[in-house]
């Protein structure tokens, strides 16, 4: 058990819909790191968030956004949703900023879109 | 781009000691190179990290020569809960991170080990 909480475990919805995928690091780390993992893709980074502000940005698709609360919690959320968003979406957490630090992520939430 | 390149796929047998490489050319001064392991419908899980020469812990050892454009994970007397697929990480700094480090996974070697 990393310590990193992902809810829901897993999610079946339609095109066109919304969903927001929750995440709560580990006690004290205050780096949050969203990643989607699809078969064809691997583990792709999408954004990560440090204390409540956004730090670096990957391959997060305009439809998706993310946003970092001030108990550090983090969500992430989908919008008009497409076939080809079903994945795993990990998040993970860090104590510090630095992105070379060791993430430790959580179980996922498979999301598979209709 | 800092990109990573792996193999696909390894076989390998109990007992034995397996070796990974990881190719990394374009890796930047600074940074680090990490390494985890994912079991399936699992998130990835740490096993090492280096910046170079030799680094060993209780699981792995990591091998990184003096121009830093690959790595080894070498892992000692596998057994079969090693089956896994095992990841590099490197970051990207380019332009279009704007400086940010960008983490970046290979596309991880599915490691098979048979009795």
Redesign the interface.
Known sequence: D?G?TQTPKHLITATGQRVTLRCSPRSGDLSV?WYQQSLDQ????LI?YYNGEE????NILERFSAQQFPDLHSELNLSSLELGDSA?Y?C?SSPRV???E???????T?LLVL | LAKTTQPISMDSYEGQEVNITCSHNNIATNDYITWYQQFPSQGPRFIIQGYKTKVTNEVASLFIPADRKSSTLSLPRVSLSDTAVYYCLVGDRGPASGGSYIPTFGRGTSLIVHP
């Open positions: 990393s990193v790191y691997g583990l792709q980074f990560q730090r670096a940005k990957g795993l990990f993970a630095a992105g070379q060791t993430q430790y992520f959580g179980p996922g498979r």
